[in-house]
């Protein structure tokens, strides 16, 4: 499955950004789905990832309660909905993807990977 993610951009601390991960080759169904994110000089870290089934859903504990993810089967697609963005959210945001019946946190839980997508927050 190939991965596209787009709706980054630069905005303000406090404001929203929804990001958008499109699947192509094969649809979503049947793959667990995951956002992480890379700020400059940093490890990659996990950010939240949704079950293969479309029921579960995890979260890194500095965006619990701010970020939501979620799937629409019909677009094939898988949102990360970011809100009340802070400083250190600041980051390139990637999704990716497995066909492990286990939903990881982990990046080497996934095979699939598309290209970053820049978020910037200004303070």
């Known amino acids: 499955v190939q991965l596209q993610a787009y709706g980054g951009g630069l905005v303000q601390a406090g404001g929203s950004l929804r990001l958008s991960c499109a699947a192509s080759?094969?649809?979503?169904?049947?793959?667990?789905v995951a956002w992480f994110r890379q700020a400059p000089g940093t490890e990659r870290e996990f950010v939240a990832a949704?079950?293969?089934?479309?029921?579960?859903?995890y979260y890194a504990d500095s965006v619990k309660g701010r970020f939501t993810i979620s799937g629409d089967n019909a677009k094939n697609t898988v949102f990360l909905q970011m809100n009340s963005l802070k400083g250190e959210d600041t980051a390139d945001y990637y999704c990716a993807a497995d066909d492990s019946r286990t939903t990881s946190t982990r990046l080497t839980g996934y095979r699939y990977w598309g290209q970053g997508t820049e978020v910037t927050v200004s303070s």
């Open positions: 080759g094969r649809t979503f169904n049947g793959y667990n």
């Open positions: 949704i079950s293969w089934t479309g029921i579960l859903t």
